[in-house]
């Protein structure tokens, strides 16, 4: 296995980490609904999310240093760019999806709690991250990595 | 309808002709990863003109040597 790929199941498993933990903390009676009074939730979301991109920062300089002479031509960039356009279709179908959710179950009342915004802004970065990230391991699989 | 195109090459008989030329060898040659060279041998990526040049270049052959168009009608 490559040192590309090792990265890439590293930042898959960080990153879903991270979502288990925002599918937790979102799923517990009355994070949205009581959103203001969520201190402690909030600081463990922010801590979560430390921990997904200082890992993602801890891979990138790993992959930049010389010392571990790694290299990425442009089969790697093919791929990455792919993996962005599958990661963005994703992200686009997984707002649309939730919009429309949440305009269906709060139609008739008007209003929404505010808690559901945070959730899609938290979650918004979580399935942009696994989605490239997993969108790239299976490219890289279908090459036969 | 329009006629489709894979390309097709032979780029693992000729760098087996070269007996001492190994996939990590060739890599270093044109300037990209072992990996990549495994893709090309087995079909799976179409390299972009600077890497088939490359890989010309190195074995010393053609590009037309290595690579080829097979129409799919």
């Known amino acids: 296995m490559s040192k590309l790929m090792k990265i890439n199941i590293i930042q898959v498993v960080s990153w879903s980490i991270v979502a288990i933990g925002v599918l937790i903390i979102f799923s517990l009676l009355g994070t949205i609904e009581q959103w203001g009074d969520n201190r402690i939730k909030t600081i463990l979301l922010a801590l979560l999310f430390l921990l997904g991109y200082t890992l993602d920062f801890g891979l990138r300089m790993y992959e930049k240093s010389k010392k571990w002479g790694f290299r990425r031509d442009e089969r790697d960039r093919v791929i990455q760019s792919e993996a962005m356009s599958v990661g963005f279709v994703i992200l686009v179908l997984y707002i649309f ?24 802004a938290y979650s918004t970065v979580v399935v942009a991250n696994l989605s490239v990230g997993v969108s790239s391991l299976l490219l890289y699989r279908k090459q036969g990595y | 309808m329009g006629e489709q195109f894979d390309l097709n090459n032979r780029l693992k008989q000729i760098r087996r002709s070269r007996l001492d030329l190994t996939q990590q060898d060739l890599a270093d ?4 990863t ?4 495994i ?9 972009s003109l600077i890497l088939a040049l490359r890989l010309a270049k190195a074995l010393e052959v053609t590009v037309e040597d290595i690579f080829s168009l097979k129409i799919n009608e």
């Open chain 1, 97 to 120: 999806i939730l919009s429309i959710f949440l305009y269906t179950k709060y139609e008739t009342d008007g209003f929404m709690p505010i808690g559901w915004v945070w959730l899609i």
């Open chain 2, 29 to 32: 040659q044109v300037g990209c």
């Open chain 2, 34 to 37: 072992r990996q990549t060279i």
């Open chain 2, 39 to 47: 893709a090309l041998e087995q079909n799976k990526y179409n390299p």
